[in-house]
């Protein structure tokens, strides 16, 4: 396991054969498949309050600060990375976002 920490992100690795994310309150755990033994825990720091969000990455998770008007990374326009949520409107049909930054209409995964 490795742990980078800068005052924006968290990022943690692991070479575990079997693993998955979890969040569980203010905390984001990666725990072995099948075992559900946590490996790590990644705990944001109190500072972020509740502006902050996880995503996967290659090997691993990053728990990254948001800005209170942004969302998380993942659930970021996945046409161009719009975050603000002023530019991501949800539909009528309260599943799915359109993005007045290049139009895309997506389902974002955290509803």
Known sequence: MTTTKTTEHLACRTDAPAWYPTQVGRKVELRRTGTD???MAIYPP???GDAWGWNLIDGGVVVERTADDEVAGKDACPGCGERRQDNLIWQDDGETVKCTTCGKQYTP???
């Open 109 to 111: 995964p955290t509803q």
């Open 37 to 39: 033994e946590v490996l």
């Open 46 to 48: 109190a500072a972020w």
